[in-house]
Every structure is written in C-alpha cells, then in structure tokens.
C-alpha cells in the first residue's frame, strides 16, 4: 500500500465510523505504525481544512472524526434530520465542572460546593451520558463516586481532559481548600 | 432536568418549583458583586439583610423554598451574632486573624464557589463553540427530549427578574385593596396570551409596562408567573442592556 492509498483507507475508515477512531486502532488495521498514521492524518485534515470542503476531521475524545465546519451551522439546524440537543442549564454546567475537575466525586461533596441539592443535574448529565458512575467510596454509606465519560469529551470538542479550560487556580484534581466531611 | 412547573395545589393556589435558582451562594454572590464589596470583607449586616429580603420575596411567590437558602440564612445569622460578640483575647498575637474571623469559611466556600461558575461559563462557551460542529450520527444517540433546560435569558439573571418584581410588589403596598368588590379572575393562562398578544403589535415590551395597571397582588403575582412560564417554554427572552436597567421582554428568534 503506497502513501496516498494508505491516505484514504484512512479516511475511509474514520468517515464509515461514527464514533472518534484513535490512532492506534487506525493503526491496527492499516499495519502501519501510529507515527506514520499520525502524520498521514495529518495531511488529511490539512486537506480538508484548506480545499473550502463543508466537513473537516477533528481529533476528539483521543480519536478522529468527521464534523461539518462550524461556519455552516445556520444551514445544519435547518436540516431537520440532525439531532439537536438543547443546551445544558448553567445549573447542570456547574455541576458537571466541579465533576469534570474534582473527580472522582461524590454527591455530598458537589453539594457542599454548590450550596444546593444537585440530584436533578446529576440525573440530567448522567442520562445524557455525560458522566457516570465510577465506583463507591469507602466510608460510611458507601457513597458513589462521578467522573466524566468520553461522551463528555466529545460533546465538548475536547481531546482529553488536559484540554480543560484553566480558571486562575482551578485546576485538574486540586485539593479542596476546605473540609467537605466537616458537615 | 426538571422543568419549572406551575400546578395547581390546595385552595387553587399556584406553586412553582424552580430549579433554575442556582442556589444559596449564587444568590450571595450576586448580591456580593451587585454592591461591588470586596469580598474579604463583607458587611455582614447588610448582605444579610439584603439576602433575608429576596427570602421574603420568594416567599410571597410560594417558591419552592429549599433547605439550602433556610441554612444560608441561618449561617449568615450566625455569622452576625458572633460578629457582634467580643472576641476573646488573643494571648499569642501569631497570625489568628484569619482564622479568627467568623466570616472566613463562608468567604472560603463563596471564592471556590466563584471559580466553578467562571468553569462553568467557559465550558458553556466551548459547548456553544463545539455544537456549530455536527459529527455524523450512526444509531442511537441521548434522548434529545432529556434536556430543555436552558433558559432563553440574556444577561439577565433570575435574581434580576426576582429583584424587579420585588420593587414591584413594593410599589403597591399603598394602593388599598378593597373587600366586596368582585373579584377579577386572572389565569396564567389568560396571561401568557395577553403578553404574546402583545408582543405581536410590539416586538418589545418594558416590565413595568407589563404590570402598570395592576392594582392587586394576585393580578401582579399571576402576570409574574405567566412571565415566568413563557421563558421556561422559550415564548419570549428577556433582556437587559445595562446593570439595574429596564428589563425588556421580547419575543424569543431561537429555533424552536
């Protein structure tokens, strides 16, 4: 296989799945090593990205997909056979930040945060498979724990959680200034 | 997600949940950064006041009122008390200032909760960034019905429309409210038509327009809630170009 044949079993590949494909699997099935893939991927979205085409490749969620290009939308939404999913209410978008950032965490700790019961966002995010649970905490009540899914990184164009938005001092799996089992 | 849901309970009075509030320290926060105080050094007095009158107000709407605002009021109360009290004599004069200070957990808690919303807003933002980009859809995807929540309101906040009903309410205190006359029958209903109605002949209608003429606060409470209503059905958005300015009511141009 020469190097623009291998160019578009690649693109093939990534178009037939609806799901982001990651390099290594990519890899798997060309017989090509992931650099070589990497650099073949490359060029694809390079093409795409220059030639005025309506879709271009994005890396999300640590894999490759096909997305129309933002500056279409207005058109898109008229398509009435694309799902639309209504944005998340700013309460379940703080819920969901202090799960993205804190994980894993658990139910009691988010509320102490927010200063609200959060069952109702808890249960908006999970339906929407945007977080899950990711076990149980040892102490009293075995208490379950959050984290965010890979569905989160893709409804959010984000490769991987390192890609987070930084706010001041806010960052990835900081300590909590202060005591959430004091309550 | 819930949906703010006007039903009918006991004695034909309207109760309304509404989740949308995003709590007891958003609240405090608002009122934190509406007086432009810093927040290391809160009046206590004061922003309890202030926090005890929008309780009031949410009262008098037969909002749904959670725990959480009831313990924030009462922690701010308590806040107060100890402020008021002589403290006890410090022997070693090391640092303890901080520490010492009753207001100290609360700011704490009030600072972290600060970063969450700003979290919040920049991820609101790559979502509305990323949901321009649409990836191809093979086989099932989340149930779309799961998540109208999203409220249609520019720049302005509950809190704001809650404040300027408050001022309203206040308005009428002393306009007299006779007994014997024939009760006027206000729907919500009737309501939310009368605001669309309106907002056919103009495509922006003023929040006091809306309630002047209103002489009773059944007839005032229920236009509030029909307001209410048509945001959370993306009837209408509204509006506000500057901080304390006139809420406008328009109809909502989103897509549907």
Redo the contacts between chains.
């Keep these: 296989m020469n190097w623009s044949q291998a160019k578009a079993v690649l693109e093939a590949l990534v178009f037939a799945s609806s799901e982001p494909v990651s390099v290594k699997e990519l890899g798997m099935i060309v017989e090509l090593n992931e650099e070589t893939v990497g650099r073949l991927l490359d060029e694809l979205v390079h093409e795409y990205n220059d030639r005025g085409r309506g879709i271009q490749i994005t890396e999300v969620a640590g894999g490759y997909q096909f997305v129309t290009k933002p500056e279409h939308a207005e058109y898109l939404e008229k398509l009435k056979k694309v799902p639309r999913q209504a944005p998340l209410s700013q309460a379940a978008l703080e819920t969901l930040a202090i799960i993205a950032y804190r994980q894993p965490i658990t139910r009691a700790e988010i509320e102490t945060i927010r200063g609200v019961r959060v069952d109702s966002s808890i249960s908006t995010l999970l339906e929407r498979g945007l977080i899950e649970e990711i076990g149980r905490k040892e102490g009293p009540g075995r208490p379950i724990l959050y984290g965010s899914t890979k569905g989160f990184l893709k409804y959010f164009g984000l490769k991987d959680l390192d890609e987070l938005p930084i706010v001041d001092d806010w960052i990835l799996n900081q300590q909590l200034p202060i005591d959430l089992t004091a309550d | ?2 949906k703010v849901e006007p039903t009918m309970g006991e004695h034909d009075q309207y109760q309304v949940n509404l ?8 609240l405090l926060l608002h009122l934190i950064e509406r007086a432009e105080i810093d927040i290391y050094n809160i009046p206590i007095v004061e922003v309890t006041d202030q926090f005890l009158a929008y309780l009031q107000t949410m009262e008098f709407l037969d909002l749904h009122m ?1 725990a ?1 605002f009831l313990l ?1 009021a009462a922690t701010l109360m308590q806040i107060k008390a100890r402020m008021l009290l002589p403290r006890p004599v410090v022997e070693t004069e090391v640092e303890a200032d901080e520490e010492d200070d009753p207001r100290f ?1 609360l700011v ?2 009030l ?3 600060k ?10 933002d ?14 099932a ?4 019905e ?6 249609p309101v520019n720049r302005v906040t509950l809190w704001d429309l809650v404040q300027a009903f408050s001022a309203l309410l206040e308005s009428l205190i002393p306009r007299v409210e006779l007994d014997g006359m024939p009760e006027e029958q206000y729907s919500i209903q009737d309501k939310m038509d009368e605001i669309i109605d309106g907002l056919a002949q103009a495509p922006k209608v003023k929040f006091s327009t809306l309630f002047a003429g209103l002489s009773s606060r059944k007839a005032v409470v229920t236009s509030f809630l029909a307001l209410l209503e048509l945001i959370r059905m993306h009837k209408v958005v509204v509006e506000q170009d500057r901080t304390f300015g006139e809420i406008v009511i328009a109809r909502w141009e989103g ?1 549907t």
């Excluded at chain 2, 989740?19 to 958003?26: E, I, T």
């Excluded at chain 2, 970063?115 to 609101?124: D, S």
């Excluded at chain 2, 799961?146 to 409220?151: D, F, K, L, P």
């Design positions: 997600m819930q989740p949308v509030f995003n709590g007891p320290l958003d959670a959480d924030m957990e704490e808690r600072l972290e909760y970063k969450v919303k700003e979290v919040a807003n920049k991820l609101q790559r979502e509305q960034e990323f949901s321009k980009s649409f990836p191809r859809v093979g086989g995807f989340p149930d779309l799961v998540a109208a929540a999203a409220e897509k």
